[in-house]
T-cell receptor, first 115, second 111 residues
């Protein structure tokens, strides 16, 4: 089991550009979560999937953000027309079942810098 | 609204000294509580969790935490800190399948 992987690990982009991040969960984990972590803060929930269904989106997820998990395996998070306030670490986590009793395993994150 | 407060932003201890990291939560129902550790370049790793039962829970790497409902606290402890424990520590509470994290405590360990 290789754990949760995220790609890229670092991304520098100019304001106004679009970026896309990828998360590969642990094999056969049906839950996948996205969190955002800004400097000096704890991770904040963005959205999560049960298989390919997106079950909940945070108010933090503005219209410029979209997440998909087309086949219930990997997921992508796209940010359109990036703003400097989008600079953060984007964390992905997966779990093997429903409910909080199932541990969420986190990936190393993608650090986004918007210049 | 559910929330987690970690009052200490930064703690420094000497190697071999004992450690206690504070966590206070606000949650209407019985909380499910977690402690995670984050090392540079690494993902968050679960140290321990409390769901119910014994209020003193044991975790990995020699950590333990005690749930005190009367104080709305879930403090993390370790009797003897190792240099490799230097990291950022996050307390979290569940909120219908997703986690709410505190702002974290950065632990620095001096030899």
């Amino acid at each position: 089991d290789t754990g949760v992987s995220q790609d890229p690990r670092h991304k520098i982009t100019k304001r106004g550009q679009n970026v896309t991040f990828r998360c590969d969960p642990i094999s056969e984990h049906n839950r996948l979560y996205w969190y955002r972590q800004t400097l000096g803060q704890g991770p904040e929930f963005l959205t999560y999937f049960q298989n390919e269904a997106q079950l909940e989106k945070s108010r933090l997820l503005s219209d410029r953000f979209s997440a998909e998990r087309p086949k219930g395996s990997f997921s992508t998070l796209e940010i359109q027309r990036t703003e400097q306030g989008d600079s953060a670490m984007y964390l992905c986590a997966s779990s093997s079942g429903q409910g909080i009793l199932y541990e969420q395993y986190f990936g190393p994150g993608t650090r986004l810098t918007v210049t | 609204a559910q929330s987690v407060t970690q009052p200490d932003i930064h703690i420094t201890v000497s190697e071999g000294a004992s450690l206690e990291l504070r966590c206070n939560y606000s949650y209407g129902a019985t909380p499910y509580l977690f402690w995670y550790v984050q090392s540079p370049g690494q993902g968050l790793q679960l140290l321990l969790k409390y769901f119910s039962g014994d209020t003193l829970v044991q975790g990995i790497k020699g950590f333990e935490a005690e749930f005190k409902r009367s104080q709305s606290s879930f403090n993390l402890r370790k009797p003897s800190v190792h240099w490799s424990d230097a990291a950022e520590y996050f307390c979290a509470v569940n909120n219908t399948d997703k986690l709410i994290f505190g702002t974290g405590t950065r632990l620095q360990v001096f030899p």
